[in-house]
Nanobody, 123 residues
Framework: VQLQASGGGLVQAGGSLRLSCAASGGTLSRFSVAWFRQGPGEDRKAVAQISWYGPRTKYADSVNGQFTISRDDAKSTVYLQMNNLKPEDTAVYYC?????????????????WGQGTLVTVSS
C-alpha cells in the first residue's frame, strides 16, 4: 500500500482546509492512520490519529476541537478537516499508516508514509 497526501495550500487565518490521505495498491481498511506535521524548525509531531477498529480517534491537545480526522474505507481515504486555522498551524503535513488496530503518536510505529503536503496559514 502506498499513501498520498493532498489538499494543502495557502489559507488565511480563520479559514479551513481538508487534507486527504489516499491509499493505492491496496486498501486502508486494516490500517490505523495518523497525521503528523512538521513546522519550520520543529520536530515532526502527531496531530491526529484514527484506528481502523471502532474507529477511535485521538488528537494532540494543540488541535483538539479544531481538527477532525475521519476515514472512508470505501474510498481508501483518511481525511483531516482543519478549521479556524492559525499561523502556527503552518507546517508540512504527513499521513502515515500501520497495520494495527490501535493508534500511536510515535513516528517509529508507522511503516507506511505519504509525501508531505504543505499548509501555509497567513495572518
Amino acid at each position: 500500500v502506498q499513501l498520498q497526501a493532498s489538499g494543502g495550500g495557502l489559507v488565511q487565518a480563520g479559514g479551513s482546509l481538508r487534507l486527504s490521505c489516499a491509499a493505492s495498491g491496496g486498501t486502508l481498511s486494516r490500517f490505523s492512520v495518523a497525521w503528523f506535521r512538521q513546522g519550520p524548525g520543529e520536530d515532526r509531531k502527531a496531530v491526529a490519529q484514527i484506528s481502523w477498529y471502532g474507529p477511535r480517534t485521538k488528537y494532540a491537545d494543540s488541535v483538539n476541537g479544531q481538527f477532525t480526522i475521519s476515514r472512508d474505507d470505501a474510498k481508501s481515504t483518511v481525511y483531516l478537516q482543519m478549521n479556524n486555522l492559525k499561523p502556527e498551524d503552518t507546517a508540512v503535513y504527513y499521513c502515515a499508516g500501520r497495520r494495527m488496530s490501535t493508534v500511536s503518536a510515535r513516528q517509529v510505529d508507522y511503516d507506511t508514509w505519504g509525501q508531505g503536503t504543505l499548509v501555509t496559514v497567513s495572518s
